[in-house]
Protein backbone atom coordinates (compact mmCIF):
# COMPACT_ATOMS: atom_id res chain seq x y z
CA UNK A 1 0.00 0.00 0.00
CA UNK A 2 1.49 3.35 -0.99
CA UNK A 3 -0.97 5.44 0.85
CA UNK A 4 -2.91 5.25 4.41
CA UNK A 5 -6.05 6.13 3.31
CA UNK A 6 -7.84 3.28 2.03
CA UNK A 7 -9.38 5.23 -1.56
CA UNK A 8 -5.94 6.89 -2.09
CA UNK A 9 -4.26 3.29 -1.68
CA UNK A 10 -6.51 1.98 -3.81
CA UNK A 11 -6.19 4.18 -6.25
CA UNK A 12 -2.89 4.22 -6.62
CA UNK A 13 -2.36 0.57 -5.98
CA UNK A 14 -4.45 0.36 -9.28
CA UNK A 15 -2.45 -1.27 -12.31
CA UNK A 16 -3.90 -3.01 -15.66
CA UNK A 17 -3.43 -6.95 -14.71
CA UNK A 18 -2.06 -8.86 -17.48
CA UNK A 19 -1.65 -12.33 -15.86
CA UNK A 20 -4.35 -13.76 -13.07
CA UNK A 21 -4.33 -17.03 -11.06
CA UNK A 22 -7.30 -19.56 -11.29
CA UNK A 23 -8.80 -18.71 -8.06
CA UNK A 24 -12.45 -17.84 -9.18
CA UNK A 25 -14.15 -14.61 -8.70
CA UNK A 26 -17.18 -15.21 -6.69
CA UNK A 27 -21.27 -14.05 -7.72
CA UNK A 28 -21.16 -12.42 -4.20
CA UNK A 29 -17.98 -10.66 -5.72
CA UNK A 30 -19.31 -9.69 -8.76
CA UNK A 31 -22.70 -8.37 -7.13
CA UNK A 32 -20.24 -6.06 -4.48
CA UNK A 33 -18.57 -4.45 -7.52
CA UNK A 34 -21.23 -3.98 -9.56
CA UNK A 35 -22.96 -2.73 -7.17
CA UNK A 36 -20.31 0.22 -6.76
CA UNK A 37 -20.63 0.63 -10.34
CA UNK A 38 -24.36 1.87 -10.27
CA UNK A 39 -23.35 4.30 -7.54
CA UNK A 40 -21.28 6.33 -10.35
CA UNK A 41 -22.65 9.72 -10.68
CA UNK A 42 -25.48 10.21 -13.01
CA UNK A 43 -26.68 13.25 -14.29
CA UNK A 44 -30.46 13.63 -14.90
CA UNK A 45 -30.18 9.46 -13.16
CA UNK A 46 -30.82 8.23 -16.54
CA UNK A 47 -29.14 4.52 -15.35
CA UNK A 48 -28.06 3.97 -18.57
CA UNK A 49 -25.83 0.85 -17.51
CA UNK A 50 -26.22 -2.87 -18.73
CA UNK A 51 -23.87 -5.05 -17.00
CA UNK A 52 -22.99 -8.47 -18.86
CA UNK A 53 -21.13 -11.16 -16.52
CA UNK A 54 -19.17 -13.54 -19.24
CA UNK A 55 -19.04 -17.11 -17.64
CA UNK A 56 -16.17 -19.62 -18.71
CA UNK A 57 -18.53 -21.06 -21.90
CA UNK A 58 -19.32 -17.10 -23.35
CA UNK A 59 -15.23 -15.99 -22.46
CA UNK A 60 -13.79 -18.69 -24.82
CA UNK A 61 -16.36 -17.47 -27.36
CA UNK A 62 -15.47 -13.68 -26.80
CA UNK A 63 -11.87 -15.17 -27.68
CA UNK A 64 -12.87 -16.79 -30.81
CA UNK A 65 -14.72 -13.31 -32.20
CA UNK A 66 -12.15 -11.38 -31.10
CA UNK A 67 -9.08 -14.08 -32.98
CA UNK A 68 -11.34 -14.12 -35.75
CA UNK A 69 -11.70 -10.43 -36.49
CA UNK A 70 -7.72 -9.63 -35.93
CA UNK A 71 -6.63 -12.30 -38.16
CA UNK A 72 -8.82 -11.00 -41.00
CA UNK A 73 -5.15 -10.58 -42.85
CA UNK A 74 -3.48 -13.81 -41.51
CA UNK A 75 -3.73 -15.58 -44.76
CA UNK A 76 -2.31 -19.04 -43.34
CA UNK A 77 -4.79 -21.38 -42.54
CA UNK A 78 -2.93 -23.19 -39.86
CA UNK A 79 -1.41 -20.04 -38.46
CA UNK A 80 -4.94 -18.53 -38.15
CA UNK A 81 -6.55 -21.59 -36.41
CA UNK A 82 -2.93 -21.98 -33.72
CA UNK A 83 -3.47 -18.42 -32.73
CA UNK A 84 -7.60 -19.05 -32.58
CA UNK A 85 -7.12 -21.54 -30.27
CA UNK A 86 -4.47 -19.66 -28.51
CA UNK A 87 -6.76 -16.47 -27.52
CA UNK A 88 -9.89 -18.73 -26.88
CA UNK A 89 -7.72 -20.47 -24.26
CA UNK A 90 -6.37 -16.94 -23.22
CA UNK A 91 -9.68 -15.43 -22.67
CA UNK A 92 -11.07 -18.71 -21.14
CA UNK A 93 -8.47 -18.71 -18.34
CA UNK A 94 -9.35 -14.71 -17.25
CA UNK A 95 -11.61 -15.75 -13.96
CA UNK A 96 -14.23 -13.15 -14.75
CA UNK A 97 -15.01 -11.00 -17.57
CA UNK A 98 -17.31 -8.03 -17.22
CA UNK A 99 -19.06 -6.27 -20.33
CA UNK A 100 -20.19 -2.61 -19.57
CA UNK A 101 -23.22 -1.38 -21.81
CA UNK A 102 -24.50 1.77 -22.51
CA UNK A 103 -28.05 2.33 -23.14
CA UNK A 104 -28.05 4.91 -25.73
CA UNK A 105 -30.47 8.10 -24.74
CA UNK A 106 -32.25 9.49 -28.36
CA UNK A 107 -30.70 13.07 -27.16
CA UNK A 108 -26.59 13.40 -28.61
CA UNK A 109 -26.30 15.26 -25.10
CA UNK A 110 -27.66 12.90 -22.80
CA UNK A 111 -25.83 10.22 -24.19
CA UNK A 112 -22.35 11.95 -24.05
CA UNK A 113 -22.99 12.63 -20.50
CA UNK A 114 -24.17 8.89 -20.07
CA UNK A 115 -21.00 7.51 -21.79
CA UNK A 116 -18.80 9.78 -19.27
CA UNK A 117 -21.26 8.08 -16.61
CA UNK A 118 -20.28 4.16 -18.13
CA UNK A 119 -16.86 5.30 -17.15
CA UNK A 120 -17.00 6.04 -13.93
CA UNK A 121 -18.98 2.59 -13.38
CA UNK A 122 -16.14 1.23 -14.94
CA UNK A 123 -13.34 3.24 -12.66
CA UNK A 124 -15.87 2.82 -8.84
CA UNK A 125 -15.04 -1.77 -10.08
CA UNK A 126 -11.32 -0.96 -11.06
CA UNK A 127 -10.73 0.59 -7.74
CA UNK A 128 -13.11 -1.20 -5.60
CA UNK A 129 -11.42 -4.40 -6.96
CA UNK A 130 -8.30 -3.21 -5.47
CA UNK A 131 -10.09 -2.56 -2.01
CA UNK A 132 -11.33 -6.65 -2.60
CA UNK A 133 -7.73 -8.06 -3.23
CA UNK A 134 -9.15 -8.68 -6.98
CA UNK A 135 -7.24 -6.89 -10.38
CA UNK A 136 -8.87 -5.80 -13.57
CA UNK A 137 -7.39 -4.71 -16.80
CA UNK A 138 -9.85 -2.83 -19.43
CA UNK A 139 -10.66 -3.70 -23.02
CA UNK A 140 -11.56 -1.75 -25.89
CA UNK A 141 -11.30 -1.79 -29.38
CA UNK A 142 -12.45 -2.70 -32.57
CA UNK A 143 -13.73 -5.63 -31.27
CA UNK A 144 -16.58 -4.35 -29.83
CA UNK A 145 -18.41 -3.43 -33.11
CA UNK A 146 -18.13 -6.73 -33.92
CA UNK A 147 -21.86 -7.73 -34.68
CA UNK A 148 -21.20 -11.26 -33.71
CA UNK A 149 -19.89 -10.26 -29.73
CA UNK A 150 -23.38 -7.81 -30.07
CA UNK A 151 -24.87 -11.16 -30.47
CA UNK A 152 -23.09 -12.93 -27.76
CA UNK A 153 -23.66 -10.20 -25.23
CA UNK A 154 -27.61 -9.70 -26.12
CA UNK A 155 -27.14 -6.31 -26.70
CA UNK A 156 -30.16 -4.96 -28.34
CA UNK A 157 -30.52 -2.63 -31.02
CA UNK A 158 -29.20 1.32 -29.06
CA UNK A 159 -27.04 -0.51 -27.04
CA UNK A 160 -23.25 0.21 -27.21
CA UNK A 161 -20.70 -1.86 -25.73
CA UNK A 162 -18.45 0.23 -23.56
CA UNK A 163 -15.64 -1.94 -22.61
CA UNK A 164 -14.57 -5.04 -21.42
CA UNK A 165 -12.74 -5.43 -17.84
CA UNK A 166 -11.00 -8.84 -17.10
CA UNK A 167 -11.03 -9.36 -13.58
CA UNK A 168 -9.60 -11.98 -11.29
CA UNK A 169 -6.97 -12.50 -8.50
CA UNK A 170 -3.43 -11.21 -9.52
CA UNK A 171 -0.77 -13.66 -10.59
CA UNK A 172 1.92 -10.69 -11.22
CA UNK A 173 1.25 -6.84 -10.35
CA UNK A 174 3.08 -4.84 -13.32
CA UNK A 175 5.06 -2.03 -12.25
CA UNK A 176 2.98 1.29 -12.26
CA UNK A 177 3.63 3.36 -15.51
CA UNK A 178 5.32 6.75 -15.01
CA UNK A 179 2.78 9.53 -14.85
CA UNK A 180 3.84 13.38 -15.57
CA UNK A 181 2.97 15.11 -12.51
CA UNK A 182 -0.80 16.77 -12.34
CA UNK A 183 1.05 20.04 -11.98
CA UNK A 184 2.42 20.23 -14.72
CA UNK A 185 -1.08 20.18 -16.55
CA UNK A 186 -2.91 22.19 -13.92
CA UNK A 187 -3.04 26.08 -14.14
CA UNK A 188 -4.73 28.38 -11.44
CA UNK A 189 -6.59 31.26 -12.22
CA UNK A 190 -6.80 34.16 -9.87
C1 LIG B 1 -10.77 3.57 -22.22
C2 LIG B 1 -9.64 2.58 -22.05
C3 LIG B 1 -9.46 1.60 -23.00
C4 LIG B 1 -8.44 0.66 -22.87
N1 LIG B 1 -8.30 -0.31 -23.81
C5 LIG B 1 -7.31 -1.21 -23.70
C6 LIG B 1 -7.18 -2.25 -24.66
O1 LIG B 1 -7.98 -2.36 -25.59
N2 LIG B 1 -6.16 -3.12 -24.53
C7 LIG B 1 -5.28 -3.02 -23.50
O2 LIG B 1 -4.37 -3.85 -23.43
N3 LIG B 1 -5.40 -2.06 -22.54
C8 LIG B 1 -6.38 -1.15 -22.63
N4 LIG B 1 -6.53 -0.19 -21.66
C9 LIG B 1 -5.61 -0.16 -20.51
C10 LIG B 1 -4.55 0.92 -20.68
O3 LIG B 1 -3.68 0.54 -21.72
C11 LIG B 1 -3.81 1.09 -19.35
O4 LIG B 1 -4.72 1.64 -18.42
C12 LIG B 1 -2.59 1.99 -19.48
O5 LIG B 1 -1.58 1.33 -20.21
C13 LIG B 1 -2.01 2.42 -18.14
O6 LIG B 1 -1.62 1.30 -17.38
P1 LIG B 1 -2.22 1.06 -15.92
O7 LIG B 1 -3.69 0.83 -16.09
O8 LIG B 1 -1.50 -0.18 -15.40
O9 LIG B 1 -1.92 2.27 -15.09
C14 LIG B 1 -7.56 0.74 -21.77
C15 LIG B 1 -7.75 1.74 -20.79
C16 LIG B 1 -8.78 2.64 -20.93
C17 LIG B 1 -8.99 3.69 -19.87
Known sequence: MTDSTPVFAAIEDRRSVKRFTERAVTPADIERLLDLAVLAPNHRMTEPWRFVVLGPEAR????DIKARARGRWITD????EAARLRMIESLGEIPCILAFVQRLDDDPAVREEDYATLWMAVQNVLVGAVAMGLGTHVKTGA???EPELR?????????RIVGLVHLGEPAEIPPAKARTPAREFTRHLP
Do not use: I, K, Y
Not at 77 to 80: D, F, K, R, T
Not at 151 to 159: I, K, R, S
Open 143 to 145: VLE
Open 77 to 80: PEAL
Open 60 to 63: RSLG
Open 151 to 159: TLLGVAEGE
